[in-house]
């Protein structure tokens, strides 16, 4: 499905990330893993230079690039202070790691991508959907607040950016991600199985498919939608 296709995934260490990059790979897709614990190709999503120099490096090493998928999700220590508690270069940080690296990355990409590629940004339910607190109760814990305002970013951008370049045979969608397990709370596991059609989280391996299919030939008149993998959440 991707043969030969070279493919950077940002974030390709992370949860979700290295499923992509497996995923990727069984498909037949050259991988370049960009991720700051990458063994190969090292790279910070916050420094511009760094994206920069690393699309020059794939192109010239390979004459090509088809996909561009960004699954980074730097943050900072306090992410997940409740609302009344966040300070505010805190969550200036956060929005210039998560959503700020988006505008690089695209430009830098365009340079080089020809008709016939594909950029795949992640997205997630809270980019759609309003936050259910319920099933955060008797956890201690909460949702970020900057977290919907960054993923609705994202996701209206790679709708902007669908319009932009789709005449140059260029494609650009989003995966929005329901709850994927992480060992989290074994009470919020609970309460979010409670509350999902499917009665359970995502497993990290699910979301990967997902983008393979958008990466590929056969989503070639597939450009600008939000492709929601959340087992009915945003459905109810």
Not at 19 to 47: C, F, H, P, R
Not at 102 to 128: A, C, D, P, R, W
Not at 172 to 178: E, K, L, M
Request: contains cysteine; positive net charge.
């Amino acid at each position: 499905m991707l043969k030969g296709k070279v493919i950077i995934v940002f974030g390709g260490c992370g949860l979700i990330g290295r499923e992509i990059v497996k995923d990727v790979q069984k498909n037949g897709a050259i991988v370049i893993n960009a991720d700051i614990n990458s063994e190969t190709y090292k790279l910070d999503i916050t420094n511009n230079d760094e994206i920069k120099n690393l699309f020059k490096k794939v192109y010239e090493k390979y004459g090509r690039i088809d996909g561009v998928v960004n699954s980074a999700y730097p943050r900072t220590k306090d992410w997940g202070n409740k609302l009344e508690d966040i300070v505010f270069e805190s969550w200036q940080k956060n929005v210039d790691m998560q959503l700020n690296p988006i505008i690089t990355i695209t430009q830098e990409g365009l340079k080089y991508m020809k008709s016939g590629s594909s950029f795949v940004n992640f997205g997630s339910i809270y980019g759609v959907c309003a936050n259910d607190f319920t099933i955060y109760e008797g956890t201690g814990g909460t949702s970020p607040a900057a977290y919907p305002a960054i993923k609705a970013g994202i996701i209206q951008f790679t709708k902007y950016l669908a319009s932009y370049v789709g005449h140059k045979g260029i494609r650009a969608n989003c995966v929005s991600p329901g709850g994927v397990f992480d060992n989290q709370n074994p009470i919020f596991v609970e309460n979010y199985s409670k509350r999902s059609p499917m009665k359970r989280m995502a497993k990290p391996e699910e979301m990967a498919p997902a983008v393979s299919f958008l990466l590929s030939d056969g989503a070639s008149y597939i450009t600008g939608i939000n492709l929601m993998v959340d087992g009915g959440w945003s459905a109810i």
